[in-house]
């Protein structure tokens, strides 16, 4: 059974930092994307940054672009979001997403929540003016 556990959410004041983690489980090591995203209520998911495992390529969203770092730790299955400078506007719940082995990061549909099979429960994120 594949999971996704997201950790490492919280309350900062703006202009702060938070580091969140997902730690994949349950299924094979083949290189795929791996993105975050994030949510308000009522407005649809927003992608903030992706990777492809194979090679470390990475995505952002412009919006987040310069703020934010995705990476990974291969050994641990695990795929890391530093935010850095953080705004209000970043007050969201981000959650952690998987495409199917193989799945590339490169295309416009990579930022289309629809495009990831896998998702996270997800982990809040507020950010104080």
């Known amino acids: 059974q594949v ?5 490492g959410g919280g309350s900062v004041q703006a202009g702060g930092s938070l580091r969140l983690s997902c730690v994949a489980s349950g ?3 083949a290189d795929r994307c791996m993105a975050w995203f994030r ?3 009522g407005q649809e998911r927003e992608a903030v940054a992706r990777i492809y495992t194979g090679v470390d390529t990475t ?4 919006s987040v672009q310069g703020r934010f ?7 641990k299955n695990t795929v890391y979001l530093q935010m850095n400078s953080l705004k209000p506007e970043d007050t969201a719940m981000y959650y952690c997403a998987a495409t199917s082995p193989g799945d590339v990061c490169f295309s416009a549909r990579a930022a289309d929540s629809t495009y990831y099979r896998y998702w996270g429960q997800g982990t809040q994120v507020t950010v104080s003016s």
């Open 3 to 7: 999971q996704l556990l997201e950790s």
């Open 27 to 29: 299924y094979t090591n």
């Open 39 to 41: 949510q308000i209520p």
């Open 59 to 62: 995505y952002y969203g412009d």
């Open 69 to 75: 770092t995705i990476s990974q730790d291969k050994a």
